[in-house]
């Protein structure tokens, strides 16, 4: 089993080289390769794969902590990491037999996808045809598979069920689409495919991840039974945390010698206003870290106990996965505010966290409205008639 520790030391060791990339990955709308080859080094695509392909078979909370640590240095990094982790994990739900396919054949591939029915696919003779175009799908452009989302239609067109296709990329295409304010590096492009055959084996059905009834034949490895939609939505949640730690470090460290324009204070660490303002943040913060870690210890409990999680306890994760995103925005506002106007200058590190950390935490997962509500009737006992998944 993994060392949380220990792999999260690794990732606070590549922060150095992270964040020196940082801005050429923005500006190349892709992680350098040398950033890509240390991150596979040190093992960090790795997190959440099972032991038997030499993977470190961690849960969703070193997976945060890894991820937060990778983020530290590049945001855009750490939303690669965490995504193809999480990709990976889901092919570990499969069958040994997919698993094999993937992992068997290469343990150092790297997967990546978009579980939004976007394709559509029909039954043929052992397997499906599918066809379609995905938007938004991080990591494309170093992953060597892809998890697809598609409707099943019958020969009317109509649909009949919805599953994931798993899709080696010699299958699909990969169209350059991202151009986004933020999280540019992340490479989170179009991915197209036309009439692929995918076999049946590397197809599974969406009712029964949502159900929790998971086809690998491992059951006795925990991390493969936590409940799956909370486990992809808490994943995006680190890279958040990680910027949040980022842009909080920035601010401090410039404090002791920055001045405080229109003011006597010839450094902002003297002033009281200044430090009541970085309290606020660094609080805000650790809210953020504090609602996470609850979220994902509570999702590794369950997944120990061998159950599913009810919609109550779905809907406080999904609460808590929203204020925390919310909270490190907020602190990042405050400390860019705090600042200055040299933190959006584009020689600043803290702009490109500003951004990158917007963008991540708007991801509609993390949008904190929809999961307010779900959670209030979750609280009230009302059924949930307003969010597809929790």
């Known amino acids: 089993m993994?060392?949380?520790?220990?792999?999260?030391?690794?990732?606070?060791?590549?922060?150095?080289?992270?964040?020196?990339?940082?801005?050429?990955?923005?500006?190349?709308?892709r992680i350098t390769d040398t950033g890509i080859n240390a991150l596979a080094e040190a093992g960090l695509f790795k997190v959440t794969l099972p032991e038997r392909y030499g993977g470190h078979e961690a849960g969703i909370r070193t997976l945060l902590e890894v991820v937060a640590a990778?983020?530290?240095?590049?945001?855009?990094?750490?939303?690669?990491?965490?995504?193809?982790?999480?990709?990976?994990?889901?092919?570990?739900?499969?069958?040994?037999?997919?698993?094999?396919?993937?992992?068997?054949a290469d343990p150092e591939a790297r997967v990546c996808g978009s579980i939004a029915p976007a394709g559509s696919g029909v039954a043929v003779d052992g397997g499906v045809r599918l066809s379609g175009q995905w938007t938004y799908v991080s990591g494309s452009l170093h992953a060597q598979w892809a998890l697809l989302g598609f409707n099943l239609v019958d020969e009317s067109g109509e649909i009949v069920d919805v599953r994931l296709a798993l899709v080696p990329a010699k299958d699909y295409a990969v169209s350059d689409t991202w151009f986004m304010a933020g999280m540019r590096a992340t490479g989170s492009n179009t991915v197209i495919a036309e009439n692929v055959f995918v076999p049946a084996h590397r197809v599974m059905s969406r009712a029964s991840l949502d159900a929790g009834?998971?086809?690998?034949?491992?059951e006795h490895e925990v991390p493969y039974r936590a409940a799956w939609f909370p486990i992809l939505r808490m994943a995006l949640l680190g890279p958040v945390l990680g910027m949040g730690r980022a842009a909080l470090e920035h601010?401090?460290?410039?404090?002791?010698?920055?001045?405080?324009?229109?003011?006597?204070?010839?450094?902002?660490?003297?002033?009281?206003?200044?430090?009541?303002?970085?309290?606020?943040?660094?609080?805000?913060?650790d809210t953020a870290h504090l609602h996470a870690r609850r979220a994902a210890d509570d999702i590794e409990e369950y997944a120990a106990r061998g159950e599913q999680p009810e919609f109550p306890a779905r809907a406080r994760m999904r609460?808590?996965?929203?204020l925390a995103a919310s909270q490190v925005v907020?602190?990042?506002?405050?400390?860019?505010?705090?600042?200055?106007?040299?933190?959006?200058?584009?020689?600043?590190?803290?702009?490109?966290?500003?951004?990158?950390?917007?963008?991540?935490?708007?991801?509609?997962?993390?949008?904190?409205?929809?999961?307010?509500e779900v959670y209030g009737k979750a609280l009230l006992g009302i059924t949930n008639d307003v969010a597809t998944t929790v």
């Open 319 to 322: 609460a808590d996965a929203g």
């Open 251 to 285: 601010v401090r460290d410039a404090a002791g010698t920055k001045r405080m324009v229109g003011t006597t204070f010839t450094r902002q660490a003297d002033s009281a206003g200044f430090q009541m303002q970085l309290a606020d943040a660094a609080l805000r913060i």
């Open 330 to 372: 907020e602190a990042i506002n405050i400390l860019l505010n705090v600042h200055g106007s040299a933190g959006l200058a584009d020689a600043s590190a803290l702009q490109q966290i500003w951004q990158d950390a917007n963008v991540a935490a708007r991801h509609a997962s993390l949008l904190p409205g929809i999961g307010y």
């Open 70 to 104: 990778v983020a530290h240095g590049d945001g855009a990094a750490g939303w690669v990491v965490s995504l193809t982790n999480t990709c990976g994990w889901i092919v570990a739900l499969c069958p040994g037999r997919t698993q094999d396919d993937v992992f068997g």
């Open 2 to 29: 993994s060392d949380r520790s220990g792999l999260v030391s690794r990732a606070e060791a590549l922060r150095p080289l992270l964040s020196s990339n940082a801005a050429q990955g923005a500006a190349d709308r």
């Open 213 to 218: 009834d998971y086809p690998t034949e491992y």
